[in-house]
């Protein structure tokens, strides 16, 4: 499965050597998981951050079906890959594809910030180690997965560092500290994704605090820039598997999401930025939306 | 950079703490291979240019950008290596949140060692002059604090610090000072120490603040006052079992620190006795205010920190013994 990962699935090898997996299907299906499980979660909890989770459930599955070199059997091996969910608010997602990937169960999964839950409203690295460290203070988390792919650098680990990060944390000047400082020590193993779904939140980047231009600005701090659409499967997983090839220079994915993507009335709304309480009925919508059936809805919200 | 034609810098002592603990961290990183110290670019100033000099491989440039180092710090502990974040302690206190979420709730193995501390800044004023630093880190959940109050035990709290599991934060210092320890020293994390022994009233304090208290100690004795002094290198965890012994024995305290008198020192002692043993405690520090320009001796008579001041406070807190039965 490693071997086959790492390679991008437009690639014709790919295929020919593992003609009965279909990566791009099963990521899709880990996707499809991650929305419903954080729709599920957020309404058990009574409250969550529903948009920024669904925005950003493709990449995660993308990173966790096919890029990260993590496992749950492997947890603390020292020359694994460090993924840092920088926007900790998304937290439901990463939950979710964690228990998909098997380091924690669905069932306990869903129970999100109640007390005496390793699942906080924002992960904790001592209640849930594979998520790495703790997030929840936006930039943090970045500049804490520049100190892991330095640290690997220093040891010589052969491993890649990973920062998943929304588009309104880039308003924080820490993010800028380090863009700045992961340039200036060449630190080819550290790969930024932005979650570009325009919204924060209060309202549009651009109402709040303008980005643009956002490539433009990364590729000033001395950074290789990619842009994608952060829903496109394939172009995400090729994209990674690129930018793990540069040479002396950190790598970052602008990914173009839509915000709620998968539930068509939370899509492109920042009312559902979070916290949110979602009814009963709302959570059902959005199940239908993402595909469940009834006995998926059944099990997913009441057992 | 030849450091030959470099001119010197202001205020650099051979005997101040900062190059204690800069020359103390260049002599121990053989023994601690996954030693890295941080610096943005004040390492000329916090002692740490010794070491970078002796190991440029272990020595991380972040620029002047404080809140990217100390979260970074986190990152480079989490896998595997030893952090030691150098700089002064006003521009540290810029990153107290990194320090909380990254370094002290993950709870990583991240030393974060602050110079330039209190009035003993002197001429570059008040905006430079970290006076809440130890009310602030004091105030975060698993972390120690600690001020040595010479360049010995500067020397020996380093090496603790390294070997100590967990986040510390310790306070060095820009201007000379006082040697009063010999090479038999002692220094635990977590332990105060009795420098002299007295029975009329217990004069604590930490840091520059330890040599004016055992000045105040000589003063009272001629008042014929025998006045004790506890050196309390470590404010968190604060040894609450000596203070608790000393409250007893000698019924008053008079606290003494180069730092605000809300959340420092003082309060950590008065928060160990008070349950148990309240006694008369007298605070001397900066009564909530900030410093300003001066020569640092200057500033401390000026805001009332130096040995007179302890001498009187301590007289003021003999004098309510027994008020509070």
Known sequence: MMTAVKLSTRDSAVAAAAPEIDLEAQIAEAARFVRRHTIAAIYRATSGHPGGALSCADLLACLFGAELNVWPTAANDRFRDRFVLSKGHACPALYAIGAYHGFCDKADALNLRKLGSPFQGHPHVRDLPWVETSTGSLGQGFSGALGMAMGMKLQKINARAYALLGDGELQEGEVWEAAMCAAHHKLDNLCAIIDYNKLQSDATNDAIMRLEPLADKWRAFGWTVFEIDGHNIPEILSTLHLAASTHERPSVLIAHTVKGKGVPYMEGSPAWHGSVKLTREQSVDALVALGADQHEIKELLDV | ?325
């Not at chain 2, 941080?38 to 070491?51: E, I, N, P, S």
């Not at chain 2, 000072?177 to 022994?197: T, Y």
């Not at chain 2, 000045?215 to 001629?222: D, F, I, K, S």
């Open chain 2, 1 to 325: 950079m030849s450091d030959n034609n470099a001119p010197a810098l202001i205020g650099t002592s051979g005997d101040s703490l900062r190059e204690a603990f800069g020359k103390a961290l260049t002599n121990l990183a053989d023994e601690f291979p996954k030693l890295v110290v941080l610096d943005a670019d004040v390492a000329g100033g916090t002692g740490v240019h010794h070491f970078r000099k002796a190991h440029p491989e272990k020595f991380i440039q972040f620029g002047i950008a404080e809140q990217n180092m100390v979260a970074a710090a986190g990152g480079l502990a989490a896998v595997g290596m030893l952090p030691v974040v150098t700089g002064f302690a006003v521009f540290l206190s810029r990153a107290f949140e990194q320090t909380r979420l990254s370094i002290a709730y993950c709870r990583r193995n991240a030393k974060i060692v602050a110079s330039h501390p209190g009035l003993d800044v002197g001429p570059d004023g008040g905006s430079a002059q970290a006076l809440e630093d130890i009310a602030a880190f004091r105030a975060i959940p698993g972390m120690t604090v600690i001020s040595p109050a010479d360049p010995k035990e500067m020397e020996l709290a380093t090496r603790a610090m390294l070997e100590f599991e967990g986040p510390v934060y310790m306070r060095t210092g820009r201007s000379a000072a006082k040697r009063l320890f010999g090479d038999d020293h002692k220094f635990e994390i977590g332990k105060g120490q009795i420098v002299r022994d007295g029975s009329d009233v217990t004069l604590v304090a930490c840091g520059v603040e330890v040599a004016r208290a055992l000045e105040a100690a000589e003063l009272l004795e001629t008042d014929g006052i025998d006045a004790r002094v506890v050196n309390m290198a470590t404010i968190k965890p604060i040894d609450a079992k000596l203070l608790k012994q000393c409250a007893a024995e000698t019924g008053c305290m008079v606290t003494a620190e180069d730092h605000n008198i809300h959340g420092g020192l003082g309060s950590a002692v008065a928060e160990a006795v008070t349950q148990t043993h309240p006694c008369p405690i007298e605070f001397v520090g900066l009564n909530d205010t900030f410093g300003s320009s001066g020569e640092p001796d200057e500033l401390a008579a000026h805001y009332g920190i130096t040995a007179p001041f302890i001498a009187e406070a301590a007289r003021r807190a003999i004098a309510r013994k027994g008020s509070l039965q």
